[in-house]
């Protein structure tokens, strides 16, 4: 992929809050909503999967300082390069976070909104 390319939209993986006490988060999102975890649910991060198919979570670094946002993650084929270009448009990457089953590029445009560029890698 060059850097001059568009990056490739799947569509809107899921919308995510961070929090900076996990227990509360929870206890408020899911008394609220009647929230039940999804197949994601860990000490740092939830999701919960909504009845028209999206997503909402929640998350807490392990060791990053806390941001208050609510993140769009855009489903991209190529977090990495993604990151690459979001910077030549003047946007700002502030931090890759990742592993097996998906990798994410944290990124905010020139007015400073946060989202993510999030890739699901493979699994078998």
């Not at 001059?4 to 569509?11: E, F, M, P, Q």
């Not at 909504?50 to 979570?57: E, H, I, K, Q």
């Not at 905010?108 to 699901?120: A, C, K, T, W, Y």
Request: hydrophobic residues 40%; contains cysteine.
């Amino acid at each position: 992929m060059k850097s001059s390319d568009a990056i490739t939209l799947r569509g809107i993986d899921f919308v995510m809050f961070q929090v900076t006490d996990m227990p509360r988060a929870r206890a408020f999102w899911e008394t609220l909503l009647g929230l039940n975890p999804g197949a994601f649910d860990s000490e740092y991060y939830v999701e919960y999967d909504l009845p028209d198919g999206s997503t909402f979570a929640l998350g807490k670094h392990p060791t990053q300082p806390h941001v208050a946002m609510g993140g769009i993650m855009f489903g991209v084929e190529h977090a990495e390069h993604g990151a690459e270009r979001v910077t030549e448009l003047g946007g700002t990457f502030h931090a890759n976070f990742g592993g097996e089953i998906c990798a994410t590029a944290w990124c905010s445009d020139p007015d400073g909104n946060f989202f993510g560029l999030h890739q699901r890698r493979a699994t078998t």
